[in-house]
C-alpha cells in the first residue's frame, strides 16, 4: 500500500485530536474523561460538533460548558456512581498495553522489586469493568505495545474472559489512538487490530514499533481528515495555543 505524505494543512497531532474525538461518537449523554492534552481537546471537539450531549469536567468537581464555565457540581461519590453504572467514557494512558489490551499504570518490571515505579493501579480495574474505557499513547514503541504487560491495572479481553461474567458483562475497550494510528479489537479472538494509519505513517512503522503481531486488513484506510470547520475549531476555539504539539510534535 502506498503511504501519502501528511497534507500541508493537517499536523499530526490534529489527526490523533480527530481519531480521539471519534471515540465519544454516538455515546450519548456520558460523562467523558479524558486524560491528556490531546484526548481533552478531542473530547471538547466531540462535545462542539457531533456529540453534544457529553458532559464535560474540570477533572476536580464541576461539570463545565463549552467555555469551560461550570454548569452543575460533580462530587467525587456522584462521579463514583457515573462509572459503576457505565456512564462514563475514560480515555486513559499507558505505561504498557498487550495484544489484548491488557493495561499496566503501575510498575515496570517484577512487581516484588520493579525497575521503574509509574502511577499505581488506581481506578484501571474499576473503570475497565464498568464502562468503556479507550487508551491514548503519545509515543507508540515496542516498550509501550508489550507482548505482555508486567501489571494488570486495566483489565483486558482475556483477563475479563478469565474473570467470568461478572467482569465481562459491562467490559468495552473500543479503542486505542497513538501518535501513529487507531487500534480496535474487532477480532474473533478480540485481540488487537490496526484500524487506521495517520496520514503519512506506513504499516511497517506501526509494525516496527509494535511488540507483538497486530491483526490488520490488506488494505489498512487511513485515519478520516478533519473538515474545515473542525480545523478551525481546533486551532481557533478549543485549543488556540497549540498544546497538541506538545504531546505529538510535528513531523
Known amino acids: 500500500m502506498s503511504t501519502p505524505t501528511p497534507t500541508d494543512t493537517v499536523s499530526?497531532?490534529?489527526?490523533?485530536?480527530?481519531a480521539c474525538a471519534e471515540a465519544w461518537r454516538d455515546n450519548g449523554e456520558v460523562l467523558a474523561s479524558p486524560m491528556g492534552l490531546i484526548p481533552g481537546i478531542g473530547a471538547r471537539l466531540a462535545k462542539r460538533t457531533f456529540a453534544p450531549d457529553l458532559l464535560l469536567t474540570d477533572g476536580e468537581a464541576m461539570i463545565?460548558?463549552?467555555?469551560?464555565?461550570?454548569?452543575?457540581?460533580?462530587?467525587?461519590?456522584h462521579h463514583l456512581t457515573m462509572v459503576t453504572g457505565g456512564r462514563r467514557h475514560?480515555?486513559?494512558?499507558a505505561g504498557q498495553l498487550d495484544r489484548f489490551g491488557n493495561q499496566n499504570i503501575s510498575c515496570i518490571g517484577d512487581w516484588e522489586r520493579p525497575a521503574r515505579q509509574l502511577l499505581g493501579v488506581r481506578g484501571a480495574p474499576a473503570n475497565t469493568v464498568n464502562n468503556p474505557t479507550s487508551y491514548w499513547v503519545p509515543k507508540h514503541s515496542t516498550r509501550v505495545f508489550v507482548e505482555?504487560?508486567?501489571?494488570?491495572?486495566?483489565?483486558?479481553?482475556d483477563s475479563a474472559e478469565a474473570a467470568g461474567p461478572s467482569a465481562t458483562r459491562y467490559h468495552r475497550l473500543p479503542r486505542v489512538v497513538s501518535d501513529l494510528g487507531?487500534?480496535?479489537?474487532?477480532?474473533?479472538?478480540?485481540?488487537?487490530?490496526?484500524a487506521s494509519l495517520h496520514p503519512g505513517v506506513?504499516?511497517?512503522?506501526?509494525?516496527?514499533?509494535?511488540?507483538f503481531a497486530l491483526a490488520m486488513a490488506d488494505d489498512v484506510p487511513y485515519t478520516r481528515e478533519p473538515t474545515a470547520e473542525e480545523l478551525r475549531l481546533i486551532r481557533e476555539v478549543v485549543d488556540p495555543q497549540n498544546t497538541r504539539d506538545r504531546e505529538v510534535k510535528p513531523v
Open 182 to 194: 487507531v487500534f480496535d479489537f474487532e477480532t474473533p479472538d478480540r485481540s488487537m487490530r490496526l
Open 90 to 93: 475514560v480515555m486513559m494512558g
Open 148 to 157: 505482555k504487560v508486567d501489571m494488570i491495572c486495566g483489565v483486558g479481553h
Open 12 to 18: 499530526r497531532a490534529e489527526y490523533c485530536v480527530i
Open 64 to 77: 463545565v460548558g463549552l467555555d469551560g464555565t461550570p454548569e452543575g457540581w460533580l462530587p467525587y461519590r
Open 202 to 211: 506506513s504499516v511497517a512503522q506501526v509494525r516496527e514499533a509494535t511488540g
